[in-house]
T-cell receptor, first 110, second 114 residues
Framework: SQQGEEDPQALSIQEGENATMNCSYKTSINNLQWYRQNSGRGLVHLILIRSNEREKHSGRLRVTLDTSKKSSSLLITASRAADTASYFC??????????FGTGTSLTVIP | EAGVVQSPRYKIIEKKQPVAFWCNPISGHNTLYWYRQNLGQGPELLIRYENEEAVDDSQLPKDRFSAERLKGVDSTLKIQPAELGDSAVYLCASMSGSRYNEQFFGPGTRLTVL
């Protein structure tokens, strides 16, 4: 399968703590994206990192990419209850064709 | 700017019945995707369109699924006949023609096959 795999499958933290989730994949990529999905809703794009980039920031989000290990991590700092959602990585191997992982379910406890 | 529109939002049908889902992408977006998302899983690509051309439909179960994108704008995904295992959320996404760009997702259609 070309899908990425997120780790952990589920994560529960207290509000204000940091949340880290990881994504591993199997073949070389053009870029990797992270998406958020609230319960019963569509996916929302969070951040894109290209294969020649190692780290990107967007607000409270920090994404790293290690192409040698074929892995990426998403860090959410100072978490809020509104961050409760499922988070997916999507890898682009062939150009505009995305393969999603199984997701990490994040619960932020107020 | 309006987002990706999908209808219906929910559909309940008996097995062996046909069903169709409709998607209106963001204006000007050349690329359109249909995904299926099973409960607790990530979206799985069914088909990708570049304008009106289906450029990858390798994951589409062609014995019962069909899709079209007339005039390169709206798209319809059809299942005939539906099976119990088709119960899932069907997501449509669109993207502009640029590389390294983000997909915009619709809210999805939740299909329940009884």
């Amino acid at each position: 399968s070309q899908q990425g795999e997120e780790d952990p499958q589920a994560l529960s933290i207290q509000e204000g703590e940091n949340a880290t989730m990881n994504c591993s994949y199997k073949t070389s990529i053009n870029n990797l994206q992270w998406y958020r999905q609230n319960s019963g809703r569509g996916l929302v794009h969070l951040i894109l990192i290209r294969s020649n980039e190692r780290e990107k920031h967007s607000g409270r989000l920090r994404v790293t990419l290690d192409t040698s290990k074929k892995s990426s991590s998403l860090l959410i700092t100072a978490s809020r209850a509104a961050d409760t959602a499922s988070y997916f990585c999507a890898t682009d191997f062939t150009g505009n064709q995305f393969y999603f992982g199984t997701g990490t379910s994040l619960t932020v406890i107020p | 700017e309006a987002g990706v529109v999908q209808s219906p939002r929910y559909k309940i049908i008996e097995k062996k019945q046909p069903v169709a889902f409709w998607c209106n992408p963001i204006s000007g977006h050349n690329t359109l995707y249909w995904y299926r998302q099973n409960l607790g899983q990530g979206p799985e690509l069914l088909i990708r369109y570049e304008n009106e051309e289906a450029v990858d439909d390798s994951q589409l179960p062609k014995d019962r699924f069909s899709a079209e994108r007339l005039k390169g704008v709206d798209s319809t995904l059809k299942i005939q006949p539906a099976e119990l295992g088709d119960s899932a959320v069907y997501l449509c996404a669109s993207m502009s023609g640029s590389r390294y760009n983000e997909q915009f997702f619709g809210p999805g259609t939740r299909l329940t096959v009884l």
